[in-house]
């Protein structure tokens, strides 16, 4: 394994992004029109306006086309399920991002259970996650796997960490990180413990890693002293320092980075690979639907 290497993020994802723009100019030649994806923001949560703007911009960058359908906070759950409807029938349409959170007044279930999986690019629907768990490959263009735990693996295998035989504890079981990158990790034959809030002697757990995936949402919360010398850590976290004010993780990155054999930064490690996840995911939705017909 590498030692001490701080994982470039940003690097990577402008590489990944400069493949699928030439992919895209493809793919427009070849059918006819590009990859669409539309994201649906309901309300003003401040994340989420950040992550859309990010997502349209982003697109832009690459060619592909991004439409985003803003619906006000105070919206019905009815009005919220028949843009979801529209949308699944909408053939220009090819993935579909459901910004969460939605307005406490819109079921989120029922909005995931309105989507079609086919335009599912956040693997969030039934379909999508069931076929996570039930294959033993991570088979991208068969079916959405959610953004953030692809782009988790992604890192791994740019920085050529192979999981096969590894000790993994995953920190955090929420449905669109913790989980996932369980069994993603599972697939490729890493032996995964999934920790929670629950877990009894956190750091014990983590000193027996040899890869960490942070996804707790608490700021520094993995300190040096939880983590082995020569981990490999992924962190999701995205929190607000309580001393700074400033972005940081969920590991106490400055006084854990010397310890490892890899980390990602916060920002600048997961964050800017998530996007591109997103954008791999409109494409390959775009081509099971176009080979589907
Ligand atoms: P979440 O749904 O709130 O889940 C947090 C998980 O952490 C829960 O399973 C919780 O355990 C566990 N946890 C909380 N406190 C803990 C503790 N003291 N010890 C052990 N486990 C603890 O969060 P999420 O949506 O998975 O997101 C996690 C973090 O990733 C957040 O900071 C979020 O902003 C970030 N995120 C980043 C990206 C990206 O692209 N970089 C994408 C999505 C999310 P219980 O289940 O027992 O409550």
Known sequence: ???????????????????????????????????????????????????VASCEKNAALIGMTCRVVRMAGDSSENDVLRTVETLNSDSTVDGILIQMPLPKQVSQAKVVATLNPAKDVDGVTDTNVAQLWKQKRSDYARFCVPCTPRSAMRILEAAGVNPDGCNAVVVGRSNIVGLPVTKLLMNQNATVTVAHSHTKDLPALLRSADIIVAAIGQPKFITAEMVSEGAVIVDVGINSDP????????????????????????????????????MENTIDCFLRQKQAN
């Open 1 to 51: 394994m590498i030692l001490n290497m701080i994982f470039d993020g940003k690097k990577l994802a402008e590489e990944v992004k400069a493949s699928l723009r030439d992919r895209i100019a493809e793919l427009g030649k070849q059918y006819g029109r590009v990859p669409c994806l539309s994201v649906l923001l309901v309300g003003d949560d401040y994340g989420s306006q950040r992550y």
């Open 243 to 278: 001393d700074t004010g400033k972005m940081c993780g969920d590991v106490d990155f400055e006084h854990v980075a010397d310890k490892c054999s890899l980390i990602t930064p916060v920002p600048g490690g997961v964050g800017p690979l998530t996007i591109c996840s997103l």
